[in-house]
């Protein structure tokens, strides 16, 4: 009786820690900033350590000064250095607009000998303008029974009969899905300058747009699934239900990032199943990165496939299981830290993927197979252990998932191209959660899969250092006079015109 009390009470304990774990999960994800920082506390007490708080005195700097002709030395206190190196100057490439400034003194007969130049960054609103097409006419002498005239040809533009350019094009199509402003705000900005654009004109421009711009994403589809190695996630969208008036499905954007060339590719699903990928990735031979999400587990047994899995989602499992259990999560976590210490030295170096691979051999290698050890050994039981966690404790489930995925998180280690976690994949995921906080929802399926369109060629964009802007006012001017066989040539990591690199 006694020893059942005592796995009783065991089991009780650890579903009040478990419990208690939630709430407080619960308060910091309602109340409290996400933080993913672990500080281990050797290092806090190095920091600490390192203030240079000492009680020992100094001795103070001693200068000779004459008074009436006597020499008398006395202390100087000197002010620390000053941290601040003052302003970063203003980028080159910006408009400058020289103001000439005379002295209002008389300066008649003197000779300039410079200026004092001083710097302010200014901003002129946006402003709507027109451009108005004057296309002369010319008459020819009569022939035969008819008059031909000659009539200047309109240049191509994006949308035949409408009177938006491609510059406002871009405009609106960057100001929503790069700069998360809705459409009705835009209305309104265009309506302090006198000008009123109906939700459904801005609507089907931002449709014409998009049915301009399918061929480019479907070369860009392709070009993306051909890689050798992709990151895979997804992330919710609201899209109104026709079927249920005021309400919303809830829809997926599924992610395929190529990190080698830098190209990512948005998809949108009504669900989250594994129709959606198992599609797309039918022809997918490489390296496919994922979460521990239970329909990327489908492509582990396909041929031709290698899945790894995300050291960062193995973190934050034991990162969840820090106050419940300090000592053994704290281990982990430091163990997890030194990987990581080991990719930053790569980049640190720069690295190429034979020198990433070499050094993560000699030196990532050893630290995942001791961890690895101290893994198995704490593996979750029933049975009370010195080193065992119960599996239903947030240490236990931590061991767990390590465990459980431990061959795909040791991959990149033997590889130098491979990445230790999806982290490049959930940032590039990351503008479409901040848009959802702005628009909330997309109007239809069609809606949101053409948000998809606009987000994979802005992604690329961002992870090729193009300015998005300027390409996409350019290819809207360009692409439907575009030979087709060249479309590759529009492209962001194929754009020529160096101007729309970011600095």
């Not at 809830?250 to 060339?261: D, I, K, V």
């Not at 479409?432 to 997309?442: H, M, T, V």
Request: aromatic fraction near 8%.
């Amino acid at each position: 009786m006694l020893i059942e009390s005592e796995k009783c009470n065991e089991t009780l304990n650890a579903r009040l820690g478990e419990l208690t774990f939630q709430v407080k999960e619960l308060i910091r994800l309602v109340h409290g900033a996400k933080s993913e920082r672990f500080v281990s506390t050797e290092a806090l007490v190095a920091t600490q350590l390192s203030l240079g708080l000492t009680l020992e005195p100094t001795a103070e700097p001693i200068v000779e000064v004459q008074v009436e002709k006597k020499t008398v030395y006395v202390p100087v206190t000197e002010k620390p250095a000053s941290k601040h190196h003052g302003r970063n100057p203003l980028p080159p490439h910006l408009r400058r607009v020289e103001i000439l400034i005379e002295p209002t003194e008389d300066t008649t007969g003197l000779v300039c000998i410079g200026y004092e130049v001083t710097e302010e960054l200014e901003y002129e609103k946006g402003k709507l303008f027109v451009n108005q097409f004057k296309r002369a006419k010319y008459a020819l002498p009569v022939a035969e029974e008819k008059t031909k005239i000659l009539v200047g040809e309109l240049p191509v533009r994006p949308i035949q009969r409408a009177i938006a350019g491609p510059g406002l094009l871009a405009y609106i199509l960057i100001s929503k899905f790069c700069d998360h402003l809705p459409c009705y705000r835009q209305i309104q900005m265009f309506e302090r300058q006198g000008v009123t654009i109906s939700p459904v004109t801005i609507n089907d421009w931002i449709t014409a747009c998009c049915d301009l711009l399918q061929p480019l994403y479907d070369l860009l589809k392709r070009e993306v699934l051909s890689q050798p190695y992709l990151q895979v996630d997804e992330t919710p969208i609201k899209v109104l239900d026709k079927d249920k008036k005021g309400s919303t499905h809830r829809g997926y954007h599924w992610l395929y990032h190529a990190p080698l060339t830098g190209m990512a590719l948005f998809d949108y699903q009504p669900s989250r199943g594994g129709e959606g990928p198992e599609h797309l990735l039918k022809d997918f031979k490489g390296h496919l990165q994922t979460d521990g999400y239970g329909v990327y587990e489908n492509f582990d047994n396909k041929e031709g496939i290698t899945q790894i899995q995300c050291m960062a989602h193995a973190r934050r499992m034991f990162e969840k299981a820090l106050d419940n259990h300090p000592q053994l999560a704290s281990y982990a976590l430091t163990q997890i830290q030194q990987l990581y210490a080991i990719e930053r030295k790569a980049k640190d170096l720069s690295l190429n993927y034979d020198e990433r691979y070499t050094l993560r051999q000699k030196e990532a290698v050893p630290l995942l197979t001791a961890f690895n050890v101290w893994l198995i050994a704490h593996m979750p039981r029933q049975e009370k252990t010195p080193d065992a966690v119960l599996p239903s404790t947030t240490m236990g489930k931590a061991v767990n998932y390590a465990l459980s995925r431990w061959r795909q998180l040791m991959i990149y280690a033997h590889h130098g191209e491979l990445h230790i976690d999806n982290n490049a994949a959930e940032n590039a995921i990351r503008p479409i959660a901040l848009g959802r906080k702005n628009y909330l929802f997309a109007g239809s399926h069609k809606g949101a899969q053409r948000a998809a369109l606009i987000y994979s060629l802005l992604a690329t964009c961002n992870k090729q250092g193009v300015e998005p802007s300027a390409w996409l006012e350019d290819v809207l001017k360009r692409i439907s006079s575009h030979p087709i066989n060249k479309l590759k040539e529009l492209l962001p990591k194929n754009y020529k015109n160096q101007q729309n690199y970011l600095a």
